[in-house]
């Protein structure tokens, strides 16, 4: 169960993180701003804007892939804990269990709760509590799915009067402890969600339901533009999260809303400031210290959505010690080119490090650390546990590599062959960027392959045969340039001949690109007998678990280019992505099929009987034997996305020809719908145990 979990959860966050890389959370246009309403001290703030283009591109995109199962087992495991808990607590459930329900698609989303993607959003920080605000086309369905999440948990909201509005506030403490409310309100098309608590203030509740501006707002202070102009980034997205006001607020609480809001509550509650336990110089070091990390910042930096979707998303860890960003900048190594996605790899995989600069720069950020002067005991203590210590033994590995700036990895194409351990073809190039290969070379001719190998050093490439590792094994290998390679294939070779004129110049610090299509093309390519053993952490069975990683990827139809640097400010990711989505063809189920039971038969399978999918929504199920019908059901059926639902309304068996009939308990059942060469197939789940059905068109 646990498996299933995690991998709901990951892809949800993943689902997250796209609607995050879209701007789904954010400023405001017109002439005023979300921003505007958002305190100038915040400690966190994510806001932007996805335009109507952008939503079209992405409606039919999955929201949770293939995790609609985990997210059920997970949903009745909840439900078999709801006599167990509060009335607060079945209505954080009921909440729950509604998003995962509508959660199949983006459009499926934004239409169950009403909302508009394209209208400005916004999540920040109002001292120490949150706030979001997001836009509404449709008033009724969101409000909707709040009185049904009341009605089924027994948990009823009241409603208040603040300032010239309303709002509704739902409990969330018990009776006879101190308050504290999910607060709701909309107006004008936009929705706030905010929280209410005990030692608020009318003026407290009226800045965050947005009807008053705080004294500086994040408009006023120009902070969001400063971003921008530093980092290029556009108003589709941007996001802050501040590490040095959070510092300041746990250790000066007076010093900003954050920390006002956190010392009336610890006060309140008769318990002591973190400051106070905190020796005076060392709160002043500890500050000194994130001061030095002060924000982590994130934006898009160009955004375009012809027929490809396309995005490019910059996040910075800002450091703003000159000296340790020039000695982390030394490290910057040469990632080869090939193991970009222009180059038209499945996979591609490389890292720059300047072997040279290691130690040089371990060693000079350790001595700052060590010889630092520090007035706090627990500083002094960690100084000295790490005096004993030092990077110069490093010294002795980087000097067998001298020379060494980067590796690069691409996987061009691959076939598998089930009854060889060797592929029947691949195109792959492995490289080293090197300004002085024979160290490499000498290492590598003192293991025991190494010795049976002959790589030339004069720009010659020369096959190697390592059919001693496995039969019909080779590949060509040599020192192009710079570059000490291993290669094989077509597509590789042409990779190599532009790595000959490609410098050694510092690029970055690692790179990873990824063809999610293609990727899933070699999934689907894994031949039965090999996938049929696979496990891959989805599901018990090979067959199913390879349908599954390739429906995930396949869903997502990207592919990403993602880079790690060292930059002035600090350090940099930088993410490239196109989305295709007019690729995510959908599935129309309707007709009449033989169901066969592949899941432990990835390519066969067993005859499951005969079905059809009616154009009505109504369906019919029968299964034979000995020359008879044994079982049969009728039903209805939905479908949102790729995710086919069947409600029976009859359902008889009978243990032979001769025998009657009985009804049998109607059962409730889900799939999620995936392509095939033939209609389409299937991926049940029932009991934490999953199958996999092909329905084959009958003639």
Known sequence: ??????????????????????????????????????????????GGQADADQMEHIRKLPLMANSQFQAKQLLDELERSNRRQTPQGLF??????????NANTYGDMAEHYGLDLTKPQAIYMDGLVPVIRFGLNNEAAFWQVLDKASADS????????????????????????????????????TATITAFHFLDQDSDQQQRLALT???????????LDQLRKTYSFDDSMLALLHFQRLAQGILQPESNGFGQDLGALLKSQNKPLPGEEMEAACRTEVLDLISQVPRLVAGNTNTSSGKVLQMQTRSVLELTNAEVVGTLSSLRGHIPGHTRHSEGQILGFGAGLNIDNLVPAATTLFNKFTSTESNCPQVRRMQREMSGASPAMMGMFTGMVQGTKGIGFSLYDLELDGNNPIPSSYDFLFSIATSNPQPLLGMLSMSPMGRQLQIPTDGSLADVDLSFIAPGLSLKAGVQGNHLVAFAGDKAQQAVDKLKAESLEPNGLTHLSADYSRFADLIDAIPPMIASEMNAGLSESGCVAQAQLSHMLRSQSASLDYTLDIIDQGVSTDISMKMDTTALAGINPVGQ??????????????????????????????????????????????????????????????????????PEELVS?????????????????DDDRESLFHYIPRS
């Open 593 to 662: 099929y033989t169901l066969m039971d592949q899941t432990w038969d990835c390519a066969g399978g067993e005859a499951l009987g005969i079905e059809e999918i009616r154009a009505d929504k109504t369906g019919v199920y029968t299964y034979a034997a000995d020359g008879c019908d044994l079982y049969r059901t009728e039903y209805t059926w939905s479908q949102q996305g790729n995710l086919f639902s069947v409600e029976p309304t009859k359902a008889e068996s009978r243990d032979s020809c001769e025998a009657e009939w009985k």
């Open 154 to 189: 027994g948990l009823q909201p009241r409603e208040v009067t603040i300032g010239d509005t309303t709002a509704k506030l739902w409990r969330l403490t018990a009776e006879g402890d101190k308050t504290l409310d999910l607060a709701v309100n909309v107006r004008g098309g």
């Open 669 to 685: 059942s889900q799939c999620i719908l995936l392509p095939a060469d033939q209609g389409f197939r299937c991926i049940y789940s």
């Open 213 to 223: 501006k705080p004294a500086r707002s994040l408009a006023d202070s120009g902070e």
């Open 1 to 46: 169960m646990q498996k299933w979990i995690g991998a709901g959860v990951l892809v949800a966050a993943a689902g997250a993180g796209l609607a995050w890389q879209q701007g789904w959370f954010g400023t405001a246009a017109g002439s005023e701003p979300l921003t505007a309403y958002v305190p100038a001290d915040t400690v966190l703030y994510v």
């Open 92 to 101: 954080a459930t009921a909440l729950f269990a509604d998003f995962i329900r």
